[in-house]
């Protein structure tokens, strides 16, 4: 089962999560100046003004072919995109999950809100047997993130995403399949 636009729209006193607008280049330009946020997903660095218009259309894209939804986290007072989360589909009712922020938005927990919120919505859409986050073992406040929405930690995955073209060793989290079920987590690893 394919995955679309929540409606109502998933918001609270702080996000809101909503399709990406053509108005909101300005946070994909400021993404794509950050140390880390081009390296881990498809933000274009160096910026042009073409890939950012082309990157904005692949998030309405996605959701719209059924590959996962894409959406910006938004300030729920000024409406100002601050980052996104997405859900992609691996198979087998597994989907996985990947944010970021600004740098001008962190330390304020709206990264853990918007997770939480889309964590919930997405665990009632029919076909959604398991959440997987893949987090950088140095990257704690990433791991946190995903703690607080009940991901537990399943084990260490060598070499299975590539950063800024090296493969990169990460923790993969899970919600909702066996491992989070039992809580069962790989040992000998640590944050």
Known sequence: MALSYPDPPLAD???ALRAWRAS???????????PYIPKV????????????ERWLER????????LGV??????SASDEAL??????????GVHGLGYWLLAQARGRGLASRAVALLVEWALRQEGVAELEALVEPWNARSARVVERAGF???????????VAGREADVLRYALGGQSARTGANSPGQSE
């Open 13 to 15: 006193d702080l996000v």
């Open 24 to 34: 909101d280049i300005a946070t994909v330009i400021e993404a794509s100046r950050d």
């Open 152 to 162: 537990a930690r399943d084990r260490l995955l060598h070499a299975a995403i590539s």
């Open 70 to 75: 894409s959406l910006a986290i938004a300030d």
């Open 41 to 52: 997903t498809s933000v274009p660095a160096p910026f042009t003004k073409g890939a950012g």
């Open 83 to 92: 980052g996104a989360v997405v859900l992609m589909h691996r198979g087998r």
């Open 59 to 66: 998030q309405d894209v996605r959701t719209r072919s059924g």
